[in-house]
């Protein structure tokens, strides 16, 4: 998950909060109450007092900035979260923020509000920003379910409406560019049409932002215009928008910038939406919203949870000091997340946040006392029978990737075109040396032996490892089996080389099996054999192709075998 | 004495017979029969241990054809062939110049006129008016010296000395001499020497001749015992502190080793082996572990999709319903969901399996025993860039634990437990972690005695979304362990990729400390 930028005297001073003096918090310090958040402290550099942190949680996006790390660290010393008057319903609005109908089918839900007062400095602009791209790209999916505009408040006339406009009927001046631009334009050259524009093709009207005055304030999700959505330092009355195809990720986004803002000293003025259809939230309501709701829980499968009877009041009070809302009522108590938070889904939630906020070290380990019998499965007590026998037959073992190329897989073996040359494909391949899933051992052998030819002689190894081999018959189109692999290689290698390690090995294994001649691009003709078990072909062996060995740059004759160690169960 | 080589002793015998007279190369070669190359190793130690002392170099000097000669012994030297021309154009009436000679005989231009200067002056030959050559008649010696000496040395080289003065002196002249490498002759010197036996030599020879030579051998025979010949044998000692011959061994690839010792810790603790398939459908790899289909990790840039079949053809039932339905609203699982409708075409799509947890939730939904341990070492595919930290498939070590004791701090317990077991660790971190399909999750930290604090593994207990739909009413405990970087450690390396190398010298090389 996310990985963030920020200074360390913003860090200490959010914590602190706005009525407070900061105080320098050591780096040790700062490790333990990262445990708060799920952060790691990636980098820290002393100079410029950069902290590079990674976030864990991908339900907590509200964590994901300076503002969040510090809020949920101050709660915790506090013992309370900080109360955000603007989450509850206020009697006077910033203004209005009208949807158009229609806008359902395209980018239905939009929540907005105002901030004033807080003077944007150049790293609260750069947190601004850093805050927009991240909750965009990774909790918005690239802007797909949420993106987020912010802007200058001043040159706002409200009512502000969200309509559905054609590509050619308006034009605007994009962040970025000097000149006036349509949307069509917009999505044909701008950078952010073009990585964008997907979100929207398809449609024939497309969203657009604007203020009473009929000024584009941006063409959501692609891009905001250059004249109001240009934030910059020193600016203090802010506009902020976020629109989305989830009405609750939409809410939820705005919640945490109007908490960011505040926190940093803004005073947040909701914004009323007017829908054109119902919603969940109704026709008209305010943003920022509360919509969360209070949940009651028992205390006993919190404990249960837990393995620790901690009682309501340490129950109660891990979770004010995490942010919650409760209420403790005889056995449950009744938990209600900050607006900043829409992360409950389950009871296990909240015994995580009871854990996290005592410190995991509250908790003595305790060993599982019930009696099991471990052991392996048939199969893997096979393959290490195989595995030691090679051993002993002076084999090397071999472990290799079972991703590779279908050249070396199939065409460097002679196999195209052949029945042995299926594998299974990956459709999204990202370089064309792995690209397939072996469906023998040999080549991944033959890799080795191309590599090695100043490694002293003979070489004798051997592999077991899995294979794919592409079955209609089988739930997921492929078979995995385990397979031996084994290929000899010196100067005299020779045929019977092979066979009489194929003959020893399964006179061991008490597995009688026969030879019979089969016809395989990849070995000599006449001198190769399918390996027969009560009349099923269990692998194969034989002499290599010159041909193959020419194609794997191998200037030693060698000799191959391939067994398939499921096979060898069948008969047990 | 005691590291005589069967060689030297030979040539100690040959020389102890006849003390103070003198031996060569030569005798030496006749008396101990030896082949030159070892005769010439032996004598050579021999004088390094001061065993025998060279008596005398003698010098001599000996004649041979070079290649010109051979030519010349094939077409005549030059001074036979201008000799011979001269005579021709005599009884023809010729006239013949130099340049004639040089072009009718195709010959050097320096071989003609040292030819023309040696018969002018032997008087064989006239240079007349016009630079033309006239034949008197009388005969050449220097030519016929060279018949003489090209006949001779074509059948074998000779020493000079034992060559007349006059053939010698011709023989000296057309030698072939710094600045002059155009001759038909070459004389060399070779130096012969002639050696003794110093004082400790005649001792160490006299013990050998008393005690017998001929009882050391070098190798015990089959032969010696069944005779039992070998009493009488002296057993040469070995130079023990030489260097072994290298030899490749059969044996487990180190990092498999090191896998097998994971494998039997797990079994010792009473985990039983599961395994999985290298393709799985999204369902199994991320549905059922309630990883929301809209999750960033199931991002086309993670996981690998099948090309052909591109979809499983069903999911079976009930927990193709119940694992939609626990996405969907929380079904049953006391769960509110993820609230979005679900894809089950989504769910049928093939991947490779990018998480070990994969096998164990098709575990769970085949009727695991309660209380039960389960463990996979299963080959998961990452879409990464392969570099040093990133194999394109690598090993992921997880598994479950059933049972109804199982709570978090029985999870902390357990942990503990792989901390001792697996990594030897004696202090242990717990931090609280993420992973989608368990809540609480912990990561774990282990000292590590080289690496210092490392991340030894994640786990958690499974949110009920995960159990529920899959028919398990009891907690479960999922962990995973990261070993790569222990395994490197322990074998010594520092890229990931050479846990999968294809160099075999490297293989053969490579030792673990574990």
Same mark, same amino acid.
């Given at each position: 998950m996310p990985t963030i930028s920020l200074q360390r005297d913003d860090l200490e001073a959010l914590i602190a909060g706005p009525d407070e003096t900061a105080s320098r918090i050591s780096i040790d310090q700062l490790e333990q109450w990262l445990m708060l958040v799920k952060g790691e402290l990636k980098g820290h550099n002393p100079e410029t007092g950069e902290l590079r942190i990674e976030l864990q949680d991908s339900n907590r996006p509200d964590l994901w900035c300076c503002e969040g790390i510090a809020r949920q660290i101050r709660t915790k010393q506090q013992g309370a979260a900080s109360t955000y008057p603007f989450f509850k319903k206020q009697k006077r609005v910033a203004g209005k923020l009208v949807v158009a109908p229609g806008l359902e089918q395209v980018r239905p839900y939009v929540a907005a509000c105002t901030a004033i007062g807080y003077r944007v400095t150049a790293s609260g602009l750069a947190q601004l920003i850093q805050t927009q791209e991240k909750l965009a790209d990774i909790f918005g999916r690239k802007r797909r379910s949420v993106s987020i505009g912010l802007y200058r408040l001043a040159p706002i006339a409200f009512p502000v409406s969200y309509d559905l406009v054609k590509p050619d009927d308006v034009r605007f001046m994009p962040l970025g560019m000097e000149t006036v631009m349509t949307l069509r334009e917009i999505l044909m050259v701008h950078p952010k049409g073009v990585e964008y524009g997907g979100i929207v093709s398809g449609h024939d009207r497309l969203p657009i932002l604007r203020d009473a005055k009929g000024q584009v304030l941006s063409f959501p999700p692609i891009i905001n215009s250059r004249e109001i959505g240009e934030v910059q330092v020193g600016d203090d009355h802010l506009f902020v928008e976020v629109t989305g195809t989830d009405l609750h990720m939409v809410a939820l986004t705005l919640n945490i910038f109007a908490a960011n803002l505040a926190d940093r000293g803004a005073v947040i003025a909701p914004v009323e939406i007017q829908s054109p259809v119902k919603t969940p939230f109704g026709k008209r309501w305010q943003t920022p919203i509360d919509f969360g709701a209070p949940r009651s829980i028992p205390l006993k499968a919190i404990e249960a949870a837990l393995g620790e009877a901690l009682g309501?009041?340490?129950? +109660?009070?891990?979770?004010?000091?995490?942010?919650? +809302?409760?209420?403790?009522?005889?056995?449950?108590?009744?938990?209600?997340?900050?607006?900043?938070?829409?992360?409950?889904?389950? +009871?296990?939630?909240?015994?995580?946040?009871?854990?996290?906020?005592?410190?995991?070290?509250?908790?003595?380990?305790?060993?599982?006392?019930?009696? +099991?019998?471990?052991?392996?499965?048939?199969?893997?007590?096979?393959?290490?029978?195989?595995?030691?026998?090679?051993?002993?037959?002076?084999?090397?073992?071999?472990?290799?990737?079972?991703?590779g190329s279908h050249q070396d897989f199939c065409t460097r073996m002679r196999l195209d075109g052949s029945e042995w040359a299926k594998v299974v494909e990956v459709d999204n391949v990202m370089s064309l040396s792995y690209s397939c899933l072996r469906q023998w051992i040999t080549p991944s052998l033959l890799q080795v032996e191309t590599n090695s030819s100043r490694a002293f002689y003979p070489h004798r190894m051997f592999e077991v490892g899995e294979v794919a081999v592409p079955d209609a018959r089988a739930d997921v189109g492929s078979r995995t089996i385990t397979v031996l692999g084994a290929v000899i290689a010196h100067a005299g290698a020779h045929f019977s080389e092979i066979h009489s390690c194929l003959d020893l090995l399964l006179y061991y294994l008490d597995r009688s099996f026969t030879l019979e001649p089969v016809p395989h691009p990849s070995f000599l003709e006449g001198r190769a054999g399918r390996i027969m078990l009560n009349g099923q072909a269990i692998g194969l062996l034989g002499e290599l192709h010159p041909e193959v060995l020419e194609q794997w740059q191998i200037g030693v004759p060698a000799v191959a075998l391939e067994l398939e160690i499921d096979r060898l169960l069948d008969e047990a | 004495m005691d590291n005589l080589h069967p060689l030297e002793s030979k040539v100690l015998l040959a020389l102890a017979p006849q003390p103070g007279s003198p031996s060569t190369l030569d005798h030496l070669a006749d008396s101990t029969g030896l082949e030159p190359s070892q005769l010439s190793m032996a004598v050579e130690w021999l004088l390094a241990k001061s065993l025998i002392a060279v008596h005398a170099e003698t010098v001599a000097y000996i004649a041979s054809l070079t290649p010109i000669g051979e030519v010349f012994f094939e077409k005549y030297a030059p001074i036979e062939r201008v000799l011979s021309a001269a005579r021709e154009a005599g009884q023809t009436g010729k006239r013949l110049t130099i340049q004639d000679i040089q072009a009718k005989e195709a010959l050097e231009p320096s071989d003609v006129s040292k030819a023309v200067g040696t018969l002018k002056k032997e008087g064989a030959i006239l240079i007349v008016q016009g630079g033309c050559i006239e034949s008197t008649g009388r005969n050449s010696p220097t030519a016929e010296a060279m018949r003489a000496l090209l006949q001779e040395l074509r059948s074998g080289q000779r020493e000079l000395q034992t060559f007349a003065e006059p053939l010698r002196a011709v023989l000296q002249q057309h030698a072939v001499k710094r600045g002059n490498a155009r001759e038909p002759f070459r004389v060399d010197e070779r130096v012969t020497r002639s050696f003794l036996l110093t004082p400790s030599g005649q001792e160490v020879a006299d013990q050998l001749s008393r005690d017998g030579v001929a009882e050391e051998v070098s190798q015990l025979t089959p032969e010696l015992l069944k005779e039992g010949a070998w009493r009488t044998k002296q057993f040469r000692k070995y130079t023990i502190s030489l260097r072994a011959p290298r030899i490749a061994a059969g044996k487990r690839h180190p990092y498999r080793e090191f896998l097998d010792l994971v494998k039997l810790k797990l079994v010792s603790m009473g985990f039983q082996e599961m395994r999985g398939t290298l393709v799985e459908t999204e369902f199994w790899n991320m549905d059922a572990l309630f990883m929301p289909q809209f999750h960033p990790a199931r991002d086309i840039h993670d996981v690998y999709f099948v090309k052909n079949p591109t979809h499983a053809r069903d999911i079976a039932e009930p927990y193709l319903t119940n694992v939609t339905q626990v996405h969907e609203n929380g079904a049953r699982a006391g769960s509110t969901g993820w609230g979005y409708q679900f894809d089950a075409e989504r769910a049928r799509r093939l991947v490779l399996r990018s998480q070990g947890t994969a096998v164990s939730a098709r575990r769970l939904a085949t009727s695991p025993s309660v209380p039960g341990k389960y463990f996979s070492i299963a080959r998961c595919f990452r879409y990464d860039q392969v570099d040093a930290t990133h194999a394109t498939d690598f090993f992921q070590v997880e598994g479950i634990v059933l049972g109804s004791d199982i709570n978090f701090r029985t999870l902390l317990g357990l942990l503990n437990l792989f901390a001792r077991e697996v990594a030897q660790a004696k202090e242990v971190k717990f931090l609280p972690a993420y992973f989608p399909f368990t809540e609480p999750s912990v990561e774990m930290h282990v000292r590590h005695p080289k690496l210092g604090w490392m991340e030894l593994g994640g786990a958690g207990l499974f949110r009920p979304e995960v159990t529920t739909p899959l028919g398990v009413s009891v907690p479960v405990i999922a962990w995973g362990l990261g070993l790569d970087r222990m395994a490197m450690v322990a074998l010594g390396i520092h890229d990931i990729r050479d846990l999968f190398s294809a160099d075999l010298e490297f293989i053969r090389t490579m030792r673990g400390s574990f």
């Open positions: 309501s009041k340490e129950v +109660t009070t891990a979770l004010k000091s995490y942010g919650y +809302t409760v209420k403790s009522a005889g056995l449950k108590v009744a938990v209600q997340l900050p607006p900043y938070r829409n992360d409950l889904l389950h +009871t296990v939630d909240v015994v995580e946040d009871v854990a996290i906020s005592q410190g995991y070290a509250r908790f003595a380990p305790v060993m599982p006392s019930q009696f +099991t019998v471990g052991g392996l499965s048939r199969l893997e007590q096979m393959a290490d029978r195989v595995r030691h026998l090679m051993v002993g037959m002076e084999f090397q073992e071999i472990i290799s990737n079972i991703m | -």
